[in-house]
């Protein structure tokens, strides 16, 4: 069982709403490869019988296409509430069979990261996740579109990619909560500035840059914040970028230039989770309801920390597009 933690800052702008409880029986999906799947899975069914939650089917799967399948039998049987426990790229997963779908999702935290999670506020433990399905306050959010593909956190380009890749089941499962900082480490003296050309509400811009963004939530890769604006139903993208000191100062591609930039990002990393990061000079935020980003040479494009394709990529936004279960909002 996962240790227990305060419950993050709720990135929604609107407070849920307590619908209607009796939904009629629910769908439990647990993905047996996520780090705390196997455990979880007789846990999260105990849980939720506990609190009076009827269940139509439990599944312990490993594999997306047997998860998709499930997914749309249940749906069309008439399941109108889909419980689905893992991480992020689980999340990721299902949202491309939930979206347009009159469901609600509720989130059972069980991955690495649990980003979607903790925008919602709802603290990584099985059990405060069953009682936030219990209490029946639900939001809508907005969901991202990369080319098409949907996303719930956020998009990057750059270095976040890299570390994705790097973020093998095996270190996930091996290091837990310090696969990401161990990847990290890892790519962070190998990692190279690319151009990027944006295009915005706003207009155009370009930069040689280390890493590009763009959200739809609050958190990116394991509790980094987007852009201290960032909410889940704010109805547009965030997005912030990193330049290159060395492409600025014309020492790319040199040692010197490359110190600067790990540098840089050294100190960038250290304010990422409490969203200081903005008033570095070397990072720009960019708020817009669309993006289309080009880069040179072409970059991996990850989106909720699974790897999706490469640049260039339209960024769009489907607005209120998911219902899904939330935190009761707070007395005031």
């Not at 989106?303 to 899904?324: K, N, Q, S």
Request: with cysteine.
């Amino acid at each position: 069982m996962m240790a227990s933690e305060a419950s993050p800052e709720v990135a929604l702008t609107k407070p849920p709403k307590r619908g209607a409880l009796d939904d009629g029986p629910a769908l439990l999906v647990v993905n047996s490869k996520c780090r705390m799947g196997k455990e979880a899975f007789p846990a999260a069914r105990e849980a939720l019988a506990a609190r009076g939650i009827p269940l139509a089917a439990c599944h312990r799967l490993s594999r997306q296409k047997h998860m998709d399948r499930v997914l749309r039998e249940a749906m069309d049987a008439g399941v109108r509430r889909i419980f689905i426990g893992g991480g992020d790229g689980t999340l990721n997963a299902a949202v491309q069979q939930l979206l347009g779908r009159d469901v609600t999702l509720g989130v059972l935290p069980l991955g690495t990261g649990n980003d979607f999670a903790r925008s919602l506020g709802i603290a990584p433990t099985l059990e405060a996740a069953c009682d936030v399905i219990a209490a029946g306050y639900t939001a809508r959010v907005d969901v991202g579109l990369a080319n098409g593909r949907p996303f719930l956190n956020a998009v990057s380009l750059g270095l976040a990619s890299a570390i994705a890749r790097r973020l093998t089941p095996q270190l996930k499962r091996r290091a837990g909560k310090l696969a990401y900082p161990v990847a990290a480490v890892a790519e962070l003296w190998e990692h190279q500035p690319f151009h990027v050309r944006m295009s915005t509400d706003r207009g155009e811009m370009e930069l040689d840059v280390l890493q590009l963004v763009v959200g739809n939530g609050r958190y990116h890769g394991a509790g980094n914040v987007v852009t201290p604006e960032s909410r889940l139903d704010d109805r547009r993208l965030d997005a912030y970028t990193i330049a290159a000191p060395s492409a600025e100062s014309g020492r790319e591609g040199t040692g010197l230039g490359h110190v600067q930039d790990v540098s840089t990002l050294a100190r960038i990393a250290l304010s990422l989770r409490r969203g200081e990061h903005v008033s570095h000079p070397a990072v720009t935020s960019v708020h817009s309801t669309h993006l289309y980003v080009d880069a040179q040479p072409a970059q991996d494009i990850n989106a909720d920390g699974e790897i999706i394709g490469h640049t260039p990529v339209r960024f769009e936004l489907a607005p209120a597009a998911l219902r899904v279960y939330a935190p009761a909002p707070t007395p005031h």
